[in-house]
């Protein structure tokens, strides 16, 4: 079957860094997506990786391994806005979403 | 960037009662709409895949004639949940996706929180 696990919840402080990882089993692989959800809210897209390696887009970086099938999210210089939960979704071979549980995020002061 | 909207945000309802939720992409063509549920601190539950002009197709165990799906233009995607229960409801998210770029990303609607009393 298809499976992705994240942890369930994350704590960490302001300005710190943080990294949520996420792994996946899936049936073909077309991209791993991640997405920031604040409570309430729709899903808002953080970022894309198809190849391995390191993207990177301002505080936030995403990174892949296919073949560990295994990826990460890393939040730098933290803010309280950044408490939320973090999805990670997988892209399967029929262009279908797979999705994570998600990772609360607690930022303290 | 691309945009999509979701009408009503809120809905209160009584049991036994319809409730249609819109689903439009505001500035692009979305050939496949999907259909998402949310229970509270839970991830996305994926309901249904809707492409233009065709049936949906829905997932395991979402009732097809409970959960009726239009899709009758490339900008408008509409649920109806008939004979709503308190069971029914729950957060529903819709997101579009545009294929023109030949990029896979998902843009979601803000969500139809739906109760039903």
């Known amino acids: 079957g298809q499976n992705i696990d994240q942890p369930t919840e994350m704590t960490a402080t302001e300005g710190a860094i943080v990294q949520i990882n996420c792994t996946y089993q899936t049936s073909g692989f077309n991209g791993l997506f991640w997405y920031q959800q604040h409570a309430g809210e729709a899903p808002t897209f953080l970022s894309y990786?198809?190849l391995d390696g390191l993207e990177e887009k301002g505080r936030f970086s995403s990174f892949l391994s296919r073949s560990k099938g295994y990826s990460y999210l890393l939040l730098k210089e933290l803010q309280m806005k950044d408490s939320a939960s973090y999805l990670c979704a997988v892209m399967d071979s029929n262009y279908q979403l797979i999705w994570g549980a998600g990772t609360k995020l607690i930022i303290k002061p | 960037g691309a945009v999509v909207s979701q009408h009503p945000s809120r809905v209160i309802c009584k049991s036994g009662t319809s409730v249609k939720i819109e689903c439009r992409s505001l500035?692009?063509?979305?050939?496949?709409m999907f259909w998402y549920r949310q229970f509270p601190k839970k991830s996305l539950m994926l309901m249904a895949t809707s492409n233009e002009g065709s049936k949906a197709t829905y997932e395991q165990g979402v009732e097809k004639d409970k959960f009726l799906i239009n899709h009758a233009s490339l900008t408008l995607s509409t649920l109806t949940v008939t004979s709503a229960h308190p069971e029914d409801s729950s957060f529903y998210i819709c997101?579009?996706?545009?294929?023109?770029?030949?990029?896979?990303?998902?843009?979601f609607g803000p969500g139809t929180r739906l109760t039903v009393t």
């Open positions: 997101s579009a996706r545009d294929l023109a770029g030949g990029f896979y990303e998902q843009y």
């Open positions: 990786n198809v």
């Open positions: 500035d692009f063509q979305a050939t496949t």
